[in-house]
T-cell receptor, first 111, second 112 residues
Framework: QKEVEQDPGPLSVPEGAIVSLNCTYSNSAFQYFMWYRQYSRKGPELLMYTYSSGNKEDGRFTAQVDKSSKYISLFIRDSQPSDSATYLC???????????FGDGTTLTVKP | DTGVSQNPRHKITKRGQNVTFRCDPISEHNRLYWYRQTLGQGPEFLTYFQNEAQLEKSRLLSDRFSAERPKGSFSTLEIQRTEQGDSAMYLCASFVQIYGYTFGSGTRLTVV
């Protein structure tokens, strides 16, 4: 079993829909939680970075962390065709150098 | 310097050849990471540096792989005697605790 499991997708939604992307993790030592967006043939781009349970909002994006359930989510409101990409969750222990990434969920937003 | 630069963008090599990739990180970021990503998978950790010191290396990394970061500036990743299984995107990232990773666009390696 992988340390980080991500809903595999692919996910296809109409423009304007609310999108929910989810990851679960097994190691309770994980304390830092990140979401990245990756366009085809590009490096991942940081969207959200949080280290506490609860919600963090940035524009149309909301990151949600539930440490008791070891579950993290990214919500995208009013989705746009430009949001079409692969979304990666990444999780890190407090004192660890490396992060562990999920395998990504590919999202397509149709006009 | 506003981003992480990786060169070359794409490398095609014959099996058994050696290849070297270069990464120029964001200058004020003292941590530098190398990750590898294959199609349909998330980035997989290879190694990282704090300034010029290599602090961790993945157990999955064979001894054909070596990385350096002389003087804590740019970094190079070398793969010796390449195999077809080495074909992947090699990603370099700067890291700052409060900002997370800033990735480069990667070097896509194709071993034929």
């Amino acid at each position: 079993q992988k340390e980080v499991e991500q809903d595999p997708g692919p996910l296809s939604v109409p423009e304007g829909a609310i999108v929910s992307l989810n990851c679960t993790y097994s190691n309770s030592a994980f304390q830092y939680f990140m979401w990245y967006r990756q366009y085809s043939r590009k490096g991942p781009e940081l969207l959200m970075y949080t280290y506490s349970s609860g919600n963090k909002e940035d524009g149309r994006f909301t990151a949600q962390v539930d440490k008791s359930s070891k579950y993290i989510s990214l919500f995208i409101r009013d989705s746009q065709p430009s949001d079409s990409a692969t979304y990666l969750c990444a999780i890190r222990e407090t004192n660890a150098g490396k992060s562990t990434f999920g395998d990504g969920t590919t999202l397509t937003v149709k006009p | 310097d506003t981003g992480v630069s990786q060169n070359p963008r794409h490398k095609i090599t014959k099996r058994g050849q050696n290849v070297t990739f270069r990464c120029d990180p964001i200058s004020e970021h003292n941590r530098l990471y190398w990750y590898r990503q294959t199609l349909g998978q998330g980035p997989e950790f290879l190694t990282y540096f704090q300034n010029e010191a290599q602090l961790e290396k993945s157990r999955l990394l064979s001894d054909r792989f070596s990385a350096e970061r002389p003087k804590g500036s740019f970094s190079t990743l070398e793969i010796q005697r390449t195999e077809q299984g080495d074909s992947a995107m090699y990603l370099c990232a700067s890291f700052v605790q409060i900002y997370g990773y800033t990735f480069g666009s990667g070097t896509r390696l194709t071993v034929v």
